[in-house]
């Protein structure tokens, strides 16, 4: 239920607005945070005092008179407290400890060994339960923080839907609070990331943008006027699963066509593969993995590419000539001031982003030519936790964009 006219709920809003001050713009004098969010010197006292006891903020030097004491400054500190973020995908479960700025203090990586249902939520329960034990006491965390593929209803902290892991309504939020007795917040990835890149990443001043991430799915995250859209039932974001190619390949989810499948690395792997073994094409890839097809990953087919490999730069040809199609038709819906790409096959690949530039801004209407604006994420390899991360300070500090 909605609170209004609540004097407490006045107060955490006044408080949360306060300490993000303070972290946007430290240091930074009481009477400037005043000024600065027209809140009475009073209100920005209390709470200050109330940060300071927390450890969140501290007092750091003094700043210059303008005619009468000097003041003291504030500096937001993001090393009295901790989070644990935890990333599931397909392939692997990612756990890591970091401060309120997202640098990672300790960190693990845990194959999933191709579990699905009730055993991938073992084992993620499992290295939850191991990675906390090496804690003397839990003092400063601030929660678990969870993050995964599919359709997630982060309000309930249930994965809904996810076909790949075979999860159907999982109320894992609760049962991570209930073992663990500590405050647990659940989203779906590419939502994170979203945040993630207006907190930590180079992409602050955009209030319109959709993220778009490709490994062994295809996920977006769609943020408009500076808030994530998720959609009835959380569903919001579903790019993958839109249909590209009427009556084509068969996926998962139970339609046809689906993008996904003409674009995710499984679909690029298996073209590869297709070509060595079947028509025996020359190509780099051949030189750097050897007889063993196990080791041609996303960065072996990077690098190929960047080599000028043949086989490589038609796969890409195809794999962004079905892409720009499920990014025409979100420009032209959604109008978005950028669209970011990450995943493996697109870091350090800038031959893929400029033919991805190319085909979108010659099919957009003509009033857009000029506007396509996709970038590489900013967030580098570590954009799973960071992703993590911001999911907790969006939920439990409220810090704005």
């Not at 998720?230 to 249909?243: A, P, Q």
Request: hydrophobic share 40%; proline share 3%.
């Amino acid at each position: 239920m909605r609170r209004t006219g609540d004097l407490k709920l006045m107060q955490e809003l006044n408080r949360s607005i306060i300490l993000d001050s303070i972290r946007k713009h430290g240091p930074i004098s009481r009477s400037d945070i005043a000024k600065l969010i027209n809140i009475s010197p009073t209100t920005v006292t209390s709470a200050v005092n109330e940060l300071i006891h927390e450890g969140i903020v501290r007092e750091d030097g003094i700043g210059t008179s303008n005619g009468g004491r000097k003041p003291v400054l504030l500096r937001f500190d993001p090393n009295t407290k901790y989070v644990i973020g935890v990333s599931i995908s397909n392939s692997f479960i990612k756990i890591s400890e970091m401060n309120l700025e997202g640098s990672i203090l300790r960190k693990e990586i845990h194959p999933t060994n191709s579990q699905h249902g009730e055993e991938i939520i073992s084992l993620t329960l499992k290295i939850i339960e191991h990675f906390l034990q090496s804690k003397e006491n839990l003092v400063g965390c601030e929660g678990i923080s969870i993050i995964t593929p599919g359709i997630v209803d982060s309000r309930k902290g249930i994965i809904s839907y996810n076909t790949k892991l075979k999860l159907y309504d999982i109320p894992l939020k609760e049962m991570v609070e209930q073992q663990f007795g500590l405050p647990t917040y659940l989203d779906n990835d590419t939502n994170a990331f979203v945040l993630a890149e207006n907190y930590f990443g180079s992409f602050g001043q955009y209030k319109d943008l959709v993220y778009i991430t490709i490994g062994d799915g295809v996920g977006s995250g769609i943020m408009v006027n500076g808030k994530i859209i998720r959609g009835y039932k959380g569903v919001s974001g579903e790019l993958g699963h839109t249909t590209i190619v009427k009556g084509g390949q068969k996926c998962e989810c139970g339609n046809e066509g689906c993008l996904e499948n003409y674009v995710n690395w499984p679909a690029i792997y298996s073209k590869i593969v297709t070509a060595l073994m079947s028509r025996g094409k020359d190509t780099l890839i051949k030189d750097l993995v050897g007889e063993n097809l196990n080791r041609i990953t996303p960065a072996v087919f990077v690098q190929a590419l960047n080599e000028g490999d043949t086989l490589c730069l038609q796969i890409m040809e195809e794999i962004v000539s079905h892409l720009s199609s499920g990014i025409i038709n979100t420009i032209h819906l959604l109008n978005p001031e950028v669209i970011i790409l990450s995943g493996e096959i697109v870091q350090e690949n800038e031959l893929f982003v400029n033919l991805l530039k190319s085909y979108v801004t010659k099919q957009v209407i003509p009033i857009l030519k000029e506007e396509v604006n996709i970038q590489p994420t900013s967030l580098g390899a570590e954009f799973e936790m960071l992703g993590a991360a911001a999911i907790i300070l969006q939920e439990k500090y409220q810090f704005t964009i």
